[in-house]
C-alpha cells in the first residue's frame, strides 16, 4: 500500500484524490492546503489527516508513514514544494508545468537526484487513450512516417484559482503555461526534439499574460509541428482539443469537444484514420480515465520498485523550455533556436 499526502485540495486535488480512491494499493493519507475549511474538508472525505502547509506535514511524527506526495498547489509553489520534498527523501508526482523557470526546474532535478527519489510530473496526455493511440499508430509506421501534427486546447477562462493566481502572470505564466504546454509536450514526445520556434498571443495582463497562444515548431530530425491553446473563451465556448496528424500515407484526426471544462471529459469522440487508398477506419481506443492511468502508473512504479519512465521530470524541464521558448517568441516577436 501507499500512502500518498495530496498538496493543494483545488482544483486538480479533487481530481488526484477521487482518483487514488479508485486504486487498490493507494490510501490517501493526508489532505496539505493553507485553507482550512477546504483541506479539512477533502481529508473527511477521504479519512485523511489534515496539515495546513508543507511544513507541518514533513514534521509531523507519522512523516515515515508517508510514502509520496502528490504536489497539486498553485504554479509558483511548485519549486519551493518540490526541493523540500525531495530534500525530506519523498518520491513525488507534481503537476505540470513543473515550474515557472528553467533555474527553478535545475533546482528541482537536482534535489530529485540528490536525495535519490522518484519525481514525474502530471502531463496527462501521456496517459490519454486517444493520444496514445494515435502515437502508437504513428510508431507503428502504418500509415508512413509522421510529416505535420497540429495539437489544439481551447477553453472559456478559469474561474476557480484561489485568489486569481492564474491571472498573475508571475504566478501561472497565463495560458501559455498553463495550457498550451500540454500540447507542445505531447508534440515532443510524438516528434522528438524542437529545435525553431515561432509564436504570436493575445496578450491580456488582467488574465495572466499571454491568453492566446499559436505556435509553429520545426523538430531536429525535420518534421513540423502546429499548436494552438488560449483560455480566453467566453460564455459557453466548449472545452476542445484537436489533433490531427498528417503522415506519409493517411492522416490520424480526433476532434474533442466536452462541457464547460475537463470534468466533462468522459465522452467519447472517435479517433478516426484516414488512409491515402481512400479507407477509413476508426481504431479500438480502450477507454480509461487519463487521470487514473497517470495516477496509477505512479503508484505502480513506488509500489513495485521500478523507474518512473514516464512524464519524468527530465520530460516536464523539455516542455517548460519550449514553452518558455513560445513565450519569448510571441512577446519579443521572434524566432527562438533552440539547442
Ligand atoms: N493536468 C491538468 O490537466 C491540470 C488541470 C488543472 C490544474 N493543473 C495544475 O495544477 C496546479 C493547481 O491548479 P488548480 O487549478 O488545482 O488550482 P486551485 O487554485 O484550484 O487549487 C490550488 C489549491 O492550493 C491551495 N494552496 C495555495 N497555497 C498553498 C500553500 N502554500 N500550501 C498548501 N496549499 C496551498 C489553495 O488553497 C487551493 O486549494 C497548477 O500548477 C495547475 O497548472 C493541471
Same mark, same amino acid.
Given at each position: 500500500?501507499?500512502?500518498?499526502?495530496?498538496?493543494?485540495?483545488?482544483?486538480?486535488?479533487?481530481?488526484?484524490?477521487?482518483?487514488?480512491?479508485?486504486?487498490?494499493?493507494?490510501?490517501?493519507?493526508?489532505?496539505?492546503?493553507?485553507?482550512?475549511?477546504?483541506?479539512?474538508?477533502?481529508?473527511?472525505?477521504?479519512?485523511?489527516?489534515?496539515?495546513?502547509?508543507?511544513?507541518?506535514?514533513?514534521?509531523?511524527?507519522?512523516?515515515?508513514?508517508?510514502?509520496?506526495?502528490?504536489?497539486?498547489?498553485?504554479?509558483?509553489?511548485?519549486?519551493?514544494?518540490? #526541493? $523540500?520534498?525531495?530534500?525530506?527523501?519523498?518520491?513525488?508526482? +507534481?503537476? @505540470? *508545468? %513543473?515550474?515557472?523557470?528553467? !533555474?527553478?526546474?535545475?533546482?528541482?532535478?537536482?534535489?530529485?537526484?540528490?536525495?535519490?527519489?522518484?519525481?514525474?510530473?502530471?502531463?496527462?496526455?501521456?496517459?490519454?487513450?486517444?493520444? #496514445? $493511440?494515435?502515437?502508437?499508430?504513428?510508431?507503428?509506421?502504418? +500509415?508512413? @512516417? *509522421? %510529416?505535420?501534427?497540429?495539437? !489544439?486546447?481551447?477553453?472559456?477562462?478559469?474561474?476557480?484559482?484561489?485568489?486569481?493566481?492564474?491571472?498573475?502572470?508571475?504566478?501561472?505564466?497565463?495560458?501559455?503555461?498553463?495550457?498550451? #504546454?500540454?500540447?507542445?509536450?505531447?508534440?515532443?514526445?510524438?516528434?522528438?526534439?524542437?529545435?525553431?520556434?515561432?509564436?504570436?498571443?493575445?496578450?491580456?495582463?488582467?488574465?495572466?499574460?499571454?491568453?492566446?497562444?499559436?505556435?509553429?515548431?520545426?523538430?531536429?530530425?525535420?518534421?513540423?509541428?502546429?499548436?494552438?491553446?488560449?483560455?480566453?473563451?467566453?460564455?459557453?465556448?466548449?472545452?476542445?482539443?484537436?489533433?490531427?496528424?498528417?503522415?506519409?500515407?493517411?492522416?490520424?484526426?480526433?476532434?474533442?469537444?466536452?462541457?464547460?471544462?475537463?470534468?466533462?471529459?468522459?465522452?467519447?469522440?472517435?479517433?478516426?484514420?484516414?488512409?491515402?487508398?481512400?479507407?477509413?477506419?476508426?481504431?479500438?481506443?480502450?477507454?480509461?480515465?487519463?487521470?487514473?492511468?497517470?495516477?496509477?502508473?505512479?503508484?505502480?512504479?513506488?509500489?513495485?520498485?521500478?523507474?518512473?519512465?514516464?512524464?519524468?521530470?527530465?520530460?516536464?524541464?523539455?516542455?517548460?523550455?519550449?514553452?518558455?521558448?513560445?513565450?519569448?517568441?510571441?512577446?519579443?516577436?521572434?524566432?527562438?533556436?533552440?539547442?
Amino acid at each position: 500500500m501507499i500512502n500518498v499526502a495530496i498538496i493543494g485540495a483545488g482544483y486538480i486535488g479533487q481530481v488526484h484524490a477521487n482518483t487514488y480512491k479508485q486504486i487498490n494499493n493507494a490510501r490517501i493519507f493526508a489532505i496539505v492546503d493553507s485553507i482550512e475549511e477546504k483541506g479539512k474538508k477533502l481529508a473527511d472525505q477521504f479519512d485523511a489527516n489534515y496539515f495546513s502547509n508543507i511544513d507541518e506535514l514533513l514534521n509531523d511524527k507519522n512523516i515515515a508513514d508517508i510514502d509520496c506526495i502528490d504536489i497539486c498547489s498553485p504554479t509558483f509553489l511548485h519549486s519551493e514544494m518540490a #526541493i $523540500k520534498t525531495a530534500n525530506a527523501g519523498k518520491d513525488f508526482l +507534481i503537476e @505540470k *508545468p %513543473l515550474s515557472l523557470s528553467l !533555474e527553478e526546474a535545475d533546482k528541482i532535478i537536482e534535489a530529485v537526484k540528490r536525495n535519490k527519489v522518484q519525481a514525474m510530473v502530471g502531463h496527462v496526455l501521456r496517459f490519454w487513450p486517444e493520444y #496514445i $493511440k494515435a502515437k502508437e499508430i504513428v510508431d507503428s509506421g502504418d +500509415i508512413g @512516417k *509522421p %510529416l505535420f501534427a497540429f495539437s !489544439e486546447r481551447l477553453t472559456v477562462t478559469p474561474d476557480w484559482h484561489v485568489n486569481k493566481w492564474g491571472f498573475d502572470e508571475k504566478h501561472s505564466g497565463g495560458a501559455a503555461l498553463d495550457l498550451h #504546454i500540454h500540447d507542445l509536450d505531447y508534440l515532443i514526445w510524438l516528434l522528438g526534439k524542437p529545435v525553431i520556434v515561432k509564436s504570436q498571443g493575445v496578450y491580456n495582463p488582467k488574465l495572466g499574460g499571454l491568453v492566446h497562444i499559436t505556435t509553429n515548431i520545426e523538430f531536429k530530425n525535420g518534421f513540423s509541428g502546429f499548436a494552438e491553446g488560449g483560455w480566453s473563451f467566453t460564455g459557453n465556448f466548449p472545452f476542445t482539443m484537436v489533433l490531427r496528424i498528417i503522415c506519409e500515407n493517411g492522416t490520424i484526426e480526433w476532434v474533442f469537444r466536452a462541457g464547460k471544462n475537463i470534468e466533462e471529459r468522459n465522452q467519447k469522440n472517435d479517433l478516426i484514420v484516414y488512409r491515402s487508398d481512400g479507407s477509413v477506419y476508426v481504431p479500438n481506443v480502450e477507454q480509461k480515465d487519463p487521470f487514473l492511468t497517470e495516477c496509477e502508473y505512479f503508484i505502480n512504479c513506488l509500489d513495485f520498485n521500478r523507474p518512473i519512465e514516464k512524464a519524468t521530470i527530465a520530460d516536464g524541464r523539455e516542455s517548460l523550455k519550449l514553452t518558455l521558448a513560445a513565450i519569448e517568441s510571441a512577446k519579443n516577436k521572434n524566432t527562438v533556436y533552440l539547442k
